[in-house]
């Protein structure tokens, strides 16, 4: 299935039902007087978060979403249907923007959360309505009201506990593929993961989600190689684990490349918790990657972890460190309470 994480659709709620005009005319009913239904209410447009979807694919096939229209009001007081909602399902972790991408109108961070976008228009009133002591033969009845439309965009960030950022080639797959059951593309040439993946880490008796996107380099805040784009999947993590390819020259280099790209792209990335990974060492003489990592560790005044995804080396320290961080974050946020707008809505 193919990835996205973007899309713009057109959304507009159902228009309300006309009232009716109508009057008792019944034989041996001499005064019948109105009887005229209201209308219905329109459909809402509801987006709701189900679990199973990792894709806004299915939004690229079809932009347009419109809720039924209520019923028109009936004689006999005979009120009108209401229309049928237009639910759209979306992976959990969407938000939804309005159409500048300014205001965030929703955020769905759990399975069967719903929110209603867009109300249906109410119904018009009945002749019935109308009818008072001075005034026994209405032949008033209104129309629906109109329901509301707008577009909108819908953004994917996908819920891990853990992202792996680094530069092209840093072996940010490999290490997936070796601590989880997914699969995703490896080759030896940079830009080889176009999207990002996710696995399920399983270590000490324990699970935690972990999401690979694709290697950033100089200028990605700008749109140079694959942008930042992907950088939204790794917001809500806990912690982050930046690769380091060992084989390279400038490993210093290398991490203040990938970290200004983070400073640049903002939203609380560069003070997110974060793990030092020195991959790749079976490529290297033991004594080559402990100058190394000391040399890193004293440049970002953080400790580093030597490893190699391919070689499966060092990935439990890895793995114990990042369970650490996920559950110090845990506890933070159990301790902080919501905001008021912890999940977002509108009306």
């Not at 209104?142 to 994917?156: A, I, S, T, Y």
């Not at 699969?183 to 996710?198: A, E, Q, V």
């Not at 070689?311 to 946020?333: F, K, M, S, Y």
């Amino acid at each position: 299935m193919k990835f996205l994480d973007r899309a713009k659709i057109y959304l507009r709620s159902g228009d309300g039902g006309n009232g009716c005009c109508s009057f008792r005319r019944e034989k041996f009913i001499e005064f019948g007087g109105p009887d005229g239904g209201n209308g219905g209410r329109g459909g809402h447009v509801v987006v709701e978060a189900v679990d199973g979807l990792n894709t806004l694919i299915d939004f690229r096939y079809r932009q347009h979403f419109r809720a039924e229209r209520g019923e028109h009001g009936k004689g006999r007081d005979r009120t009108g249907a209401h229309g049928g909602s237009a639910v759209l399902r979306v992976p959990v972790g969407t938000q939804v923007f309005d159409e500048a991408e300014e205001h965030l109108l929703a955020d769905l961070t759990e399975t069967g959360q719903r929110v209603v976008l867009l109300r249906g228009g109410d119904g018009g009133f009945g002749n019935t309505h109308f009818k008072t002591s001075t005034n026994r033969a209405p032949r008033r009845a209104d129309p629906g009201w109109p329901g509301e439309e707008r577009w909108v965009w819908l953004r994917l960030k996908l819920i891990a506990d853990a992202g792996l950022v680094g530069l092209p080639n840093a072996g940010k797959s490999t290490f997936l593929a070796a601590t989880t059951r997914a699969r995703p593309k490896i080759g030896d040439y940079p830009f080889t993961t176009l999207s990002p993946n996710l696995g399920v880490v399983y270590a000490a008796d324990r699970e935690f989600v972990l999401a690979d996107i694709p290697g950033l380099i100089e200028g990605a805040h700008e749109g140079v190689g694959l942008g930042h784009r992907f950088l939204g999947h790794v917001e809500r993590t806990a912690v982050i684990l930046h690769l380091i390819d060992a084989s390279q020259t400038d490993t210093i280099g290398s991490y203040e490349t990938v970290r200004a790209e983070l400073d640049a792209y903002g939203h609380g990335l560069v003070d997110k918790p974060e793990l030092i990974g020195l991959n790749k060492c079976d490529l290297l003489a033991p004594e080559v990657v402990a100058d190394t990592a000391a040399a890193l560790a004293e440049a970002t005044g953080r400790p580093v972890l030597a490893l190699s995804g391919a070689a499966r080396i060092g990935i439990e320290p890895v793995l114990q460190a990042l369970l650490v961080a996920i559950d110090q974050h845990r506890t933070n946020a159990s301790e902080t309470p919501m905001g008021a707008n912890g999940h977002g809505w509108a009306a």
